[in-house]
């Protein structure tokens, strides 16, 4: 069965520095994608950055980056130059294959202090 | 452009009732999707509909049905209403659905509550 797990129900960051938001999954797809969500406390879900599982580069989308190890089965969020409105829950999801389905972690809420 | 909308946005129910939540994707986009969101939690994956067919199903009971129309329009239907049902009801859209990333659109939301 497929499985995200986000083990950091908060992090605090001080504006300005990097954060690492983990992310570990489970599959036994050989194909599938990896995505981070920013969902502000007005609800709506963000799509911030994908990454393919036979990507061999690291994704990259402005102030984002995501840190993926294949063999360990993990997909870190990195926010580098943390702003105030970066505070928010960070989702990491998997979709499978046939992209009909996608699961999300349990998310990490993310502080961001002045 | 118009983004993804659902309607309504907020509604509030009693235990054993039914509730229509509706749903329209970006245009161009002929796959939708329903999550549950329940508080504190991710969102849960309900349905996927492509092309006006089912393409893919969460671990929901039959109490929850969903179709697409024409237009690509979708409704999720949700029958004898329970109290877990309280949540927020995500849908969202994408161009297609398939084997390739096809990054999805979340409309706002409707926020059900069952009393």
């Known amino acids: 069965a497929q499985k995200i797990t986000q083990t950091q129900p908060g992090m605090f960051v001080q504006e300005k520095e990097a954060v690492t938001l983990d992310c570990t999954y489970d599959?036994?797809?050989?194909?599938?994608?990896l995505f981070w969500y920013k969902q502000p406390s007005s609800g709506e879900m963000i799509f911030l950055i994908y990454q393919g599982s036979y990507d061999e580069q690291n994704a990259t989308e402005g102030r984002y980056s995501l840190n993926f190890q294949k063999a360990r089965k993990s997909a870190n969020l990195v926010i580098s130059a943390s702003q105030l409105g970066d505070s928010a829950m960070y989702f990491c999801a998997m979709g499978n294959t046939g992209g009909f389905k996608t699961i999300f972690g349990a998310g990490t809420r993310l502080f961001v202090k002045a | 452009d118009a983004g993804v909308t659902q309607s309504p946005t907020h509604l509030i129910k009693t235990r054993g009732q039914h509730v229509t939540l509706r749903c329209s994707p970006i245009?161009?986009?002929?796959?939708v999707s329903w999550y549950q969101q329940v508080l504190g939690q991710g969102p849960q994956f309900i349905f996927q509909?492509?092309?006006?067919?089912?393409?893919g199903r969460g671990n929901f009971p039959d109490r929850f049905s969903a179709r697409q129309f024409p237009n690509y329009s979708s409704e999720l239907n949700v029958n004898a209403l329970l109290l877990g049902d309280s949540a927020l009801y995500l849908c969202?859209?994408?161009?297609?659905?398939?084997?390739?990333?096809?990054?999805?659109?979340f409309g706002p939301g409707t926020r059900l509550t069952v009393l």
């Open positions: 599959t036994s797809d050989q194909s599938y994608g």
């Open positions: 509909y492509y092309e006006k067919e089912e393409r």
């Open positions: 245009s161009g986009h002929k796959s």
């Open positions: 969202a859209s994408s161009l297609v659905a398939g084997p390739t990333f096809n990054e999805q659109f």
